[in-house]
Nanobody, 127 residues
Framework: QVQLVGSGGGLVQAGGSLRLSCALS????????MGWFRQAPGNEREFVAY????????IYADSVKGRFIISRDNARKTAYLQMNSLNPEDTAVYYC????????????????????WGQGTQVTVSS
């Protein structure tokens, strides 16, 4: 049974950085496409970033492009989200997600296309 465990959230001042981690167990990590989503109070879950199995392809939401970096270490079975230049609008619960299948490029930002989800980790950015 595949499980994802996210970690690394916390409280940070505006302009600061955090790195989130997502460890996968119960499966072969390199077989999964990975994504990060976030959900702020009162808002729908929104796409943040995607990475292909090999790490050769990435996509980002416009709101985080140039500030966030998604990466993965297949040997450690872990995905990462490096978040820089954080601002209060980035405050949310962040979720990692994994897809066993290949997601068409136009569908990679949709949560319904991911099979497994982490429990979420809170990121709070103070002004």
């Amino acid at each position: 049974q595949v499980q994802l465990v996210g970690s690394g959230g916390g409280l940070v001042q505006a302009g600061g950085s955090l790195r989130l981690s997502c460890a996968l167990s119960g499966g072969i990590f390199s077989n999964y496409e990975m994504g990060w989503f976030r959900q702020a109070p009162g808002n729908e879950r929104e796409f943040v970033a995607y990475m292909s199995r090999s790490g050769s392809r990435t996509i980002y939401a416009d709101s985080v492009k140039g500030r966030f970096i998604i990466s993965r270490d297949n040997a450690r079975k872990t995905a990462y989200l490096q978040m820089n230049s954080l601002n209060p609008e980035d405050t949310a619960v962040y979720y990692c997600a994994a897809s066993r299948g290949t997601i068409a490029s136009i569908n990679r930002s949709y949560a319904r296309n991911y099979d497994y989800w982490g429990q979420g980790t809170q990121v709070t950015v103070s002004s």
